[in-house]
């Protein structure tokens, strides 16, 4: 079992960037694929970006083209980092460790961190 702890959270102006990160501790970190989820205030957890043990990478539809996702299996670590951040991005950002991922379809594992909170404000 795989388990993670998120930082890099905290609070950006509209238009900002942040960096999080993940880290994984209690197997081999290179052979999980790991993802970045985010849960606003009364909506639903979403997928924000997975990257494979191949480093292939996935994007929810909202984050494509600002958001990249990457690893360093030499420092058991997924980041993630954020540009162009809005307020409706504000949430708390979760690592997932050990995702399934067949064919395109993700599937988290029970393998969450306690998240990281992001605000967006001014």
């Known amino acids: 079992q795989v388990q993670v702890v998120e930082s890099g959270g905290g609070l950006v102006q509209p238009g900002g960037s942040l960096r999080l990160a993940c880290v994984a501790s209690?197997?081999?970190?290179?052979?999980?694929?790991m993802g970045w989820y985010r849960q606003a205030p009364g909506k639903e957890r979403e997928m924000v970006a997975v990257i494979t043990t191949g480093s292939s990478t996935y994007y929810g539809s909202a984050v494509k083209g600002r958001f990249t996702i990457s690893r360093d299996n030499a420092k058991n670590t997924v980041f993630l980092q954020m540009n162009d951040l809005t307020p409706d991005e504000t949430a708390v950002y979760y690592c997932?460790?050990?995702?399934?991922?067949?064919?395109?379809?993700?599937?988290?594992?029970?393998?969450w961190g306690q998240g990281t909170q992001v605000t967006v404000s001014s």
């Open positions: 997932n460790g050990n995702l399934r991922v067949v064919n395109g379809n993700i599937t988290p594992s029970d393998n």
């Open positions: 209690g197997t081999i970190f290179s052979v999980y694929h």
